[in-house]
């Protein structure tokens, strides 16, 4: 999604620091689109379906990432996910939130047609091992630029707090 909640007005997602703009930072030279399932839908007024289903006769892909948004009706269906497997792209799910209210349930149906699950949070479920063997495990890598600006004018914020106040 590009919006949190796919609402603009609560601004860009965690995506944009954790997934795009990292990778950018980090591999300038591999070229890579971004397909918003929230952005397709407001402006287009269509399924992401419809522009999986385009994209893909159009050109080939190596790798797609997928995240899904909890329980929106914007998800990719199972055909998009048959036509990029045919393709012969790998598929990437990427998991910021795997736990047993939301993920879990999705990853297991969705197992078939990934390469490769990516959590960005340590987890402790006991996964099939079909699961385990795809299922990597990282920090969610941030983007440099958001706490150490490349120059003093791009500075709005004098301390930054990364954690939340409540503990479990």
């Known amino acids: 999604p590009k919006w949190c909640e796919a609402t603009p007005k609560f601004g860009l997602s965690?995506?944009?620091?954790i997934s795009?703009?990292?990778?950018?930072e980090n591999y300038p030279d591999i070229e890579f689109d971004i397909l918003h399932l929230d952005e397709y839908f407001l402006i287009a007024?269509?399924?992401i379906d419809v522009a999986i289903r385009d994209l893909f006769l159009k050109q080939k892909y190596?790798?797609?990432f997928i995240s899904l948004m909890w329980g929106s009706?914007?998800?990719?269906?199972?055909?998009?996910y048959e036509i990029?497997?045919?393709s012969n792209s790998k598929i990437v799910f990427l998991w910021p939130d795997l736990h047993f209210d939301w993920g879990v349930k999705e990853l297991d149906n969705l197992d078939k047609f990934s390469d490769l699950h990516v959590s960005y949070h340590d987890i402790d479920h006991n996964f099939p091992m079909n699961i385990q063997n795809k299922l990597l495990v990282v920090w969610a890598a941030v983007s440099d630029t958001i706490f150490y600006p490349t120059c003093e004018e791009n500075k709005t914020i004098e301390i930054s707090f990364i954690g939340s106040t409540r503990h479990n």
Do not use: A, G, R
Request: a positive charge; aromatic letters at 12%; proline letters at 4%.
């Open 84 to 86: 990029i497997k045919n």
């Open 14 to 17: 965690s995506h944009y620091h």
């Open 73 to 80: 009706n914007l998800n990719p269906s199972i055909n998009s």
């Open 62 to 64: 190596d790798i797609v």
């Open 45 to 47: 007024n269509k399924h």
């Open 20 to 24: 795009f703009l990292t990778f950018k």
